[in-house]
Nanobody, 125 residues
Framework: QVQLVESGGGLVQAGGSLRLSCAASGRTFSSYAMDWFRQAPGKEREAVAAISRSGSSTYYADSVKGRFTISRDNAKATVYLQMNSLKPEDTAVYYC??????????????????WGKGTLVTVSS
């Protein structure tokens, strides 16, 4: 089992930047592929970015490609989401998620095993 705690959300103006962090505790962090999801009011939850256990493979939704960067520090048991050039449509609750996997170079964007409680990002126009 792993516990995930997100931080770094807040209010930012359009065009600004935020960096989200997700600290994991419990089972060995490097056993998990990690994702960031988001859910805006009235919309379905969507995968924003994903990273493999090793960090060698990443995935980005088309809506954030070129603006967001996912990274991880296995020694610190933390995954990050650097968000630049933020837009009002990025406003959402952002969730960190983990999937245990034997494959070090594979990312996933569904079928996650564990979830954090989320952190709110609000982008004003």
């Amino acid at each position: 089992q792993v516990q995930l705690v997100e931080s770094g959300g807040g209010l930012v103006q359009a065009g600004g930047s935020l960096r989200l962090s997700c600290a994991a505790s419990g089972r060995t962090f490097s056993s998990y592929a990690m994702d960031w999801f988001r859910q805006a009011p009235g919309k379905e939850r969507e995968a924003v970015a994903a990273i493999s256990r090793s960090g060698s493979s990443t995935y980005y939704a088309d809506s954030v490609k070129g603006r967001f960067t996912i990274s991880r520090d296995n020694a610190k048991a933390t995954v990050y989401l650097q968000m630049n050039s933020l837009k009002p449509e990025d406003t959402a609750v952002y969730y960190c998620a983990a999937k245990i996997t034997r494959y070090s170079g594979t990312y996933y964007y569904d079928g996650m095993d564990y979830w954090g409680k989320g952190t709110l990002v609000t982008v004003s126009s």
